[in-house]
């Protein structure tokens, strides 16, 4: 069981690969959780990446590999893993797909209009890396994570100057892996507008299906 997750900024990759995980039992693997813990933990990787994050720019693919390939080879990832926000190069496809063939990848479709709205009102907790947002998934209690309890914050590439360069990668670099993955009959398209819980239940349904 090896899916991923795909789709521009913003799209709720991270939203339902939380809910999946849940769901399916399978450890979610986010490269951009990943680089966040690297830089808030000050290490080598951290302060190699932290620049070029927070200002929307792609991470190398060879960085971005070893670090994945490292997580992908802890006992949990054993049986499958949901990937988050990983490949997005066609490199970085194609050293995947050496090491460990993709099953099935889930892209996730919203217009620009709504990873703009999205991504103004998200916030993140430092504890666990939940996504909320202030208007459309808002915790219970302001500024607090329901799961975890830790704090809530604004993502430093989640302001408008970021945002743009972000989108601008993901046309550029990202988006081109529609169709190698299409051509290889590996791809589903996901509606992704509307609440979560509607998005949740197409995908949950997609999922279920390839897994019975
Ligand atoms: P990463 O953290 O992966 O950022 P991203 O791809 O830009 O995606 P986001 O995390 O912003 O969005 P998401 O799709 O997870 O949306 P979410 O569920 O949070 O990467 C960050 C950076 O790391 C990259 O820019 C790059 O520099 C580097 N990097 C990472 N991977 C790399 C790689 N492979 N190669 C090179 N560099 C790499 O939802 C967004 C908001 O919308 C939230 O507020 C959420 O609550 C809300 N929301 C979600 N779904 C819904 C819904 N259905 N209705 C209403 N609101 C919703
Ligand atoms: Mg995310």
Redesign the pocket.
């Known amino acids: 069981m090896r899916f991923v ?1 795909f ?11 939380v809910k999946a995980s849940l769901e399916f039992g399978l450890p979610h693997v ?4 990943l ?2 813990v690297a830089i808030s933990e000050g290490s080598e990787l951290g302060k190699k ?1 932290k620049a ?2 927070d200002d ?6 060879d960085l ?1 590999n070893e670090m ?1 390939f490292k997580r992908l080879a802890l006992p949990d990832a054993r049986n499958g893993w949901l990937l ?6 066609i490199p ?1 496809a194609q050293a995947l797909s050496e090491r460990h063939p993709v099953e099935l990848v889930l892209d ?1 479709e919203v217009s620009d209009g709504t990873i703009i709205e ?2 103004a ?4 907790c430092r504890g666990c890396a939940r ?3 202030t208007i ?2 808002p915790p219970k209690k302001e500024g607090i994570c329901d799961s975890c309890g830790g704090e809530l914050y604004v ?1 430093h ?2 302001h408008m100057d970021a945002v743009k360069q ?1 989108l601008l ?2 046309r550029k670099k990202t988006e081109p892996l529609i169709e190698y993955y299409k051509k290889k009959k590996k791809l589903v398209s996901i509606h ?5 819980e ?2 949740w239940t197409e995908l949950k349904e997609i999922m279920t299906r390839h897994l019975a």
């Open positions: 997750f789709g521009a900024p913003g799209a709720g990759k991270g939203t339902l690969a986010s490269t951009g959780d680089f966040r990446v070029l994050i929307g720019n792609l991470v190398p693919d971005t994945v988050d926000g990983y490949p997005r190069t970085q996730i999205r991504l009102g998200r916030r993140m996504s909320y947002h459309f998934v993502r590439d989640d972000r990668s993901y992704g507008e509307g609440s979560t509607k998005v």
